[in-house]
């Protein structure tokens, strides 16, 4: 038995820390297996107390565990040290620049009359919103607002959207003025009733497009469950553009299946 020596408990409570995290200490080879009572008592010496303060000051410089071990095990500890912490300036520095740019869109966001809205549009590139832009006379304030919105959610989530695939998005519509064309005079039109038979029509005339259909290559295509959770999510079902969605959907099935009727019977 040692001739100076505490108990565990004794030792975390002069460090400051948990009977656990001294075993973790131990279980990664961090200090030596002290000594044991009868008992089963580990007894800690004034060498275990040193060792144990040197871990936590080169803890507190942000160096991690094994790397605190590969020093302590270092024939040139001190040299090993040096090279650490340089490293791990470089590392807080990057770590520095993340922080002072959250802090920058942090103050940003407190200048927000809407800060939940004005993060998501936030996320569309410069070239879309040019793009946007350009078309602005054409539809709505709240429908402008509506398509930045609905881009920063699907901008969320890079299996929907990309700004790569953003930029090709945007390119097909340059190519196919039709297209967008269509876009828009769908857009106004909806944005001016509140019929619910007037854009029944619409979503009816909409599932009958060409250019939708071509979207969807078989009848699964409009009935996916990942397909609908996600629309779901980014247009919910009791808003006007979620419901009209859901009926161009209905129309488009229909009519999928009429004319699988129709085949049906013509071979028949």
Known sequence: MPEAWLKIGEIASLLGVSTK???????????????????????????HLDKLRQ??????????????????ES??????????????????????????????????????EKPLQHLLEAKVPEFWKASLDQIADRISPEA???EKQLMG?????????????????????????????LLLDWTGRVDRTEDPQELDLLAQELARSAWLRGLFLHPKGVQ????????????????????????????MLRDL????????????
């Not at 871990?55 to 302590?72: A, N, S």
């Not at 791990?88 to 200048?111: N, S």
């Not at 901008?155 to 196919?176: G, M, R, T």
């Not at 299946?257 to 028949?268: C, D, G, I, L, P």
């Open 75 to 112: 024939l040139e500890p001190e040299l090993l040290l040096k090279q650490m912490l340089h490293l791990k300036t470089q590392e807080l520095e990057r770590d520095i620049a993340r922080l002072q740019q959250q802090k920058q869109r942090a103050e940003q966001m407190l200048k927000q």
């Open 224 to 251: 996916d469950r990942h397909g609908d959770f996600v629309t779901q999510a980014l247009l919910p079902p009791d808003s006007k553009e979620g419901w009209m969605l859901e009926r161009v959907k209905h129309h």
């Open 144 to 146: 402008l607002q509506r």
């Open 257 to 268: 299946k009429n004319s699988k009727e129709q085949r049906t019977h013509e071979h028949s």
């Open 55 to 72: 871990i936590r000051d080169l803890q507190d410089l942000g160096l991690k565990l094994h790397e605190i071990r590969f020093v302590m």
């Open 153 to 181: 959610k699907m901008l969320s989530f890079p299996a929907l959207q990309s700004p790569e695939q953003l930029e090709k998005d945007q390119q097909y519509l340059q190519e196919h003025p039709e297209i967008q064309e």
């Open 21 to 47: 995290t001294l075993r973790h200490y131990q279980k990664l080879g961090l200090i030596q297996e002290p000594e044991r009572t009868e008992g089963q008592y580990r007894l800690y010496t004034p060498a």
